[in-house]
């Protein structure tokens, strides 16, 4: 099985079956191996994800209600896990970055809803927070734009009560020279979210093409992980969990078309190329604090870190994921 990861959780075991089938049949043993358009085609797909998020501000634009309704499906209703992950009616895995917002905001309130079913869906790398931070950062992102203040600045001020969130946002802003000048033509947006025990935060400078082509030139990551024993390994999480991340926001799309995944291989479900990769900077901070995990937790913030950076350079949102040129390109 290798480095299947989460792919090896399903709870059919339809390609462990598989190969039983075959080496049943042919009477010794097989090794079965899926071709990509088969992995494309048959595999589980991280469940789509739809929040609908409404904010208020006061006179003097303070962040003061918050209203979060996520419609995603479950992968752990009507399985094993169901009895310790769904709470009250609630898969913690929908809500997870959502309902336990770092930011003091007065009035919060959270709401899941169900999907139905369809689409066989399971984990993906940092599971719910891949689209949970998506959604929060970039609409908290707004709602600090709609009061005319600093998104650095405004973070900053509402993670009072969470520092481990604000040394790693101080650290990423700082290291990546946030408020300074950047070149003709490119903007600097930022996010930061905890999973896993861990406190990422992320800046990103990008620009936009007349025909709606991203190009992320750099990205600045801190990270709090608790004590750490090889920064190294840590780095490099830092920068693969990135190099997903923006592949993710950037390329992937399944889509459908009389029942069946239309993409096949890499033609037409692309990944982030060698000439496509920014500078990365992965920043480890010191820490005596509970030990927290380095494997996902880059993911999180890099697409809204990435959406905030192109509305500082072109004025238009990304409400939706991946990003499409159709929405960036010029009138």
């Known amino acids: ?77 009507g399985t094993p896990f169901e009895g310790f992950v769904v709470k009250d009616g609630v898969d913690e895995t929908a809500v997870e970055g959502a309902k336990d917002l770092p ?22 790398r940092s599971v ?41 946002l101080e650290l990423a802003a700082g290291k990546a020279g946030w408020g300074k000048p950047l070149p003709a033509g490119r903007g600097r947006g930022l996010a930061v979210h905890e999973s896993f025990g861990s406190f ?9 093409s007349k025909e709606g082509k991203v190009r992320v030139h750099r990205v ?39 029942g069946r995944v239309k993409q096949r291989n890499f033609h037409d479900y692309p990944m982030l190329r060698m000439n496509e990769m920014p500078v990365v900077e992965a920043h480890v901070v010191p820490s005596t604090d509970k030990m927290g995990g380095v494997g996902e937790t880059a993911v999180p913030p890099i697409a809204p870190a990435v959406a905030n950076a192109i509305f500082a350079v072109t004025g238009k949102r990304i409400r939706r994921l991946p990003i499409r040129a159709e929405d960036l390109r010029s009138a």
């Open 220 to 258: 600045v990551c801190a990270i709090d992980c608790g004590p750490t024993v090889n920064p190294d390994t840590i780095r490099a999480q830092m920068e693969s969990g990135i190099v997903f991340g923006l592949t993710a926001a950037l390329y992937g799309e399944i889509t459908f078309e009389n």
């Open 128 to 168: 719910g927070h891949s689209h949970s931070a998506f959604a929060v950062e970039s609409f908290l992102d707004e709602l600090i734009h709609a009061a005319g203040k600093d998104p650095y600045e405004v973070r900053r001020a509402l993670l009072a009560k969470h520092p481990r969130h604000r040394v790693v």
């Open 1 to 77: 099985m290798g480095g299947g990861f989460g792919r090896r959780a399903v709870f059919d075991c339809h390609f462990v079956r598989e190969a039983a089938q075959i080496s049943k049949s042919v009477k010794a043993p097989v090794k079965v191996v899926w071709t990509r358009e088969d992995d494309i085609r048959g595999g589980y797909y991280r469940p789509a994800a739809y929040h609908s998020i409404s904010g208020g501000l006061d006179a003097t634009g303070n962040i003061v209600a918050w209203q979060q309704r996520i419609v995603c499906q479950s992968f752990m209703v």
């Open 200 to 208: 990422v935060a992320q800046v990103a400078e990008v620009s936009v």
């Open 103 to 124: 930011y003091d905001i007065p009035n919060l309130f959270v709401d899941w809803q169900k999907a139905p079913g369809g689409v066989p869906v399971l984990w993906w």
